[in-house]
C-alpha cells in the first residue's frame, strides 16, 4: 500500500491543529473520511502517529520525527505543481527553434517579437543556420520545431507550409540585364553565375527543374551561404539566384533583384516537426503565431 496526498494532509493538519474536527474544517472532509485516512496512512508506516488525549491530539515521538518529512512532501508537490502550471500558463519556460538564415534575417525578427510581447517570460534559443541543417536539428530532436524549405516526403517529419517563396535573380547594379522588367533562365546561361555550393537544397531544386527543360546553369563562382553570393553580385562577378524571403538583405548590399519566368519556381517555407513527438506549449503558441502571421 503507498501513502497518498490526503493521507498526509489529513496528518499534517491534525498535527498542526491539534484536533481532528478543526483538521475537517480546514480540508472539508468528514470525521470518518479524516479518521480512516489517518488509520491507512498508520498501517502503511506501521505504528501509531497520533495520540488522542481529552483535551487535544498529540504526536507521538514516532509521528513528531515524521511530521516535518511529510510538510517537506507536502511543500515539494505544491512546488511542483505551481512550476507545472507555470509552464501551462506561459509564465516560465523556454523553446529551441532552427530557422534557415534567410527567414531568421528577414521575417523571423517581426513573428519573435510579436511572442516576446505574448509571453515574455519565455526564453528563446534561435538557431540560425542552413536550410538542410534545420532539417537535421529537428530530425535530431535537437529542437523542437523547426522553419525551412519544404524537405518533401519523409516518414520522420511533419511539414506545415507557411509561405511560397519564388527565386529571383540578383544582378550587379550596372548588369545589361537590369535594363528587363523579368528575366528567364535562358538568360542567366549567357552570362557569368555565381551559385551555392552542393548539396544545397535550393541548387538541387533549380537544377533539377531546369534539367527537365534542357537549360544547364555553369557557375564561374560558387560559395556557401547567400550573404557572401549576394556581396560577390555586388562587386560584379556575375549574377545570381536567390530565394525572394531573402530580398530585402541581398538588396541592402547593392544588389538589384528581377523576377524570373519561363518556367517561374516557386518553393514552399514552412514550419517542421518531428512526426509523433509532442511539442511543449511554448512551442505550441510560437507555431500558432506564425501560422497566424502569415494569414495575415
Not at 3 to 14: D, H, M, N, R, Y
Not at 76 to 102: H, N, P, Q, W, Y
Amino acid at each position: 500500500m503507498n501513502i497518498t496526498i490526503k493521507q498526509l494532509q489529513v496528518f499534517v493538519s491534525i498535527a498542526e491543529t491539534g484536533s481532528f474536527a478543526k483538521a475537517c474544517n480546514q480540508l472539508h472532509l468528514s470525521q470518518p473520511a479524516i479518521s480512516a485516512s489517518l488509520k491507512n496512512l498508520e498501517t502503511v508506516v506501521g505504528g501509531t502517529l497520533l495520540a488522542r488525549t481529552t483535551r487535544r491530539t498529540e504526536l507521538t515521538p514516532e509521528g513528531a520525527s515524521f511530521f516535518p518529512v511529510a510538510q517537506r512532501i507536502l511543500r515539494d508537490i505544491d512546488t511542483s505543481l505551481d512550476d507545472v502550471k507555470s509552464l501551462f500558463e506561459l509564465r516560465r519556460g523556454k523553446v529551441d527553434i532552427a530557422v534557415m538564415s534567410t527567414f531568421a534575417s528577414s521575417k523571423f525578427p517581426t513573428i519573435l517579437a510579436i511572442f516576446h510581447q505574448q509571453c515574455p517570460e519565455i526564453k528563446v534559443t534561435v538557431h540560425d543556420i542552413i536550410a538542410e541543417d534545420v532539417v537535421n536539428m529537428v530530425r535530431r530532436e535537437k529542437v523542437e520545431l523547426g522553419i525551412s524549405f519544404d524537405p518533401g516526403e519523409d516518414q520522420e517529419l511533419t511539414f506545415i507550409p507557411l509561405l511560397q517563396d519564388r527565386f529571383m535573380a540578383a544582378l550587379p547594379p550596372e548588369h545589361p540585364l537590369n535594363k528587363s522588367k523579368s528575366i528567364t533562365w535562358k538568360d542567366l546561361t549567357k552570362v557569368s553565375y555565381i551559385s551555392l555550393q552542393k548539396p544545397s537544397s535550393i541548387r538541387q531544386q533549380i537544377e533539377s527543374i531546369l534539367d527537365e527543360k534542357g537549360i544547364f546553369l555553369s557557375p564561374s563562382f560558387e560559395a556557401h551561404q547567400l550573404i557572401t553570393i549576394g556581396k560577390m553580385v555586388a562587386e560584379g562577378l556575375g549574377v545570381s539566384i536567390i530565394p525572394e524571403v531573402s530580398a530585402k538583405q541581398i538588396q541592402s548590399l547593392g544588389v538589384t533583384l528581377r523576377p524570373i519566368t519561363s518556367p517561374k519556381i516557386e518553393r514552399s517555407i514552412g514550419i517542421i516537426l518531428k512526426k509523433h513527438k509532442p511539442i511543449s506549449i511554448p512551442a505550441k503558441k510560437l507555431q500558432n503565431i506564425s501560422l497566424q502571421y502569415f494569414k495575415g
